[in-house]
């Protein structure tokens, strides 16, 4: 069976702590928005002519393909970070790029543009534009830093 190739995408970005680092992950799958979805990880393109939406309609345990970085942290004090970046190429498909460290969210966000500018780059195609969406926190005692583009149809 092939797959439909998704017409919308968003950006989300959540953080969250827990008693485990799997909730900890499932409660910052939550802050971010998409935490009653069934995440079906993917690489790195976004489709062409994929029209960017503020927020996805999706119902519940709906199978949704998603580019992510997460961290989790179970070392009070330490600052974690995720996020996700799309280069656009003018009419052409766009190239996301997930990042997650021990860092603020200003260097996750300078991770992300370079990982974006190099992936332009290598493929030779002018980048036009690039959005970004980023998080950070401190850990308490468990935490997750999540970030991710989601896709629907």
């Known amino acids: 069976m092939l797959l439909q190739t998704p017409k919308k995408y968003t950006l989300v970005a959540g953080t ?8 900890a992950f499932d409660n910052a ?6 935490g009653n979805l ?10 062409p002519a994929t029209e960017f939406v503020e927020k996805l ?3 519940p345990g709906s ?5 992510y970085g997460s961290i989790a942290s179970d070392v009070p004090g330490e600052v974690i970070s995720a996020a996700v970046g799309i280069g656009f190429s003018k009419n052409d498909f766009g190239v996301i790029m997930e990042f997650s ?13 370079a990982m974006v500018e190099e992936a332009f780059e290598v493929r030779g195609i002018p980048l036009v534009d690039v959005m970004v969406k980023a998080t950070d926190c401190t850990v308490q005692k468990c935490a997750c830093a999540f970030a991710a583009v989601a896709l629907w149809y």
Do not use: W
Request: net charge positive; with cysteine; charged share 25%.
């Open 16 to 23: 969250a702590e827990g008693r485990t680092r799997l909730n």
């Open 63 to 67: 199978l949704t393909p998603t580019a």
């Open 101 to 113: 460290g021990k860092c603020d969210k200003a260097e996750a966000e300078r991770q992300i543009r």
């Open 29 to 34: 799958l939550l802050a971010s928005g998409i």
């Open 57 to 59: 309609s999706i119902p």
């Open 38 to 47: 069934n995440l079906l990880k993917v690489s790195s393109i976004l489709p």
